[in-house]
């Protein structure tokens, strides 16, 4: 599974390198120390990728920002340890304020409006399809709704 990115936006990612006993992380390591090769789309690409030690951690982040919208591989070649760290990358354009909006009213009417004072149920939302028996639905709601089940069971 790749990771969702966007198009032209400066990516941050992180990875440990671990010493022999594969738990302790090792600090001190340098841009040198490593060997980046990103892929797009399955071929080579000549993309900049920086890569630093987050504090003195053993933890290093890379940056690199994506050009194009496509299939992105980092594959990071550490010498210290001849690990290979690897991540994948979706990258697309941009999503506006709009569509997060859009999508955040769509998720508000699931969870958060049924849930606001007095109680009321949105008409039509999934709440509402899942707990009343209204003949104007679009499944079965006399007999698989929350309220219907509550009548045969008494």
């Known amino acids: 599974m790749s990771r969702q ?11 440990p390198v671990f010493e022999d006993d594969g738990y302790t992380t090792k600090s001190g390591l340098l841009e040198a120390d490593f060997d980046a090769t990103v892929y797009f789309d399955g071929v080579a690409l000549a993309l900049p990728v920086s890569i630093v ?10 940056e690199f920002t ?15 340890n001849l690990d290979i760290w690897t991540e994948a990358y979706e990258s697309a354009a941009g999503i506006s304020g709009a569509v997060l909006a859009a999508i955040k009213a769509q998720v ?5 409006v049924p ?9 039509g939302s999934l709440m509402d399809r899942i707990m009343n028996k209204d003949s104007g639905k679009t499944y079965n709601q006399s007999h698989d709704s929350l309220e219907a089940l509550r009548d045969r069971t008494g």
């Open 5 to 15: 990115i966007e198009t032209g936006t400066l990516v941050v990612d992180s990875f």
């Open 53 to 62: 030690e987050i504090g003195s951690t053993g933890q290093y982040k890379l």
């Open 66 to 80: 994506p050009s194009v919208d496509g299939y992105y591989q980092v594959q990071i070649a550490i010498d210290y």
């Open 108 to 112: 508000d009417k699931i969870d958060l």
């Open 115 to 123: 849930t606001l004072g007095p109680a009321v149920v949105t008409s």
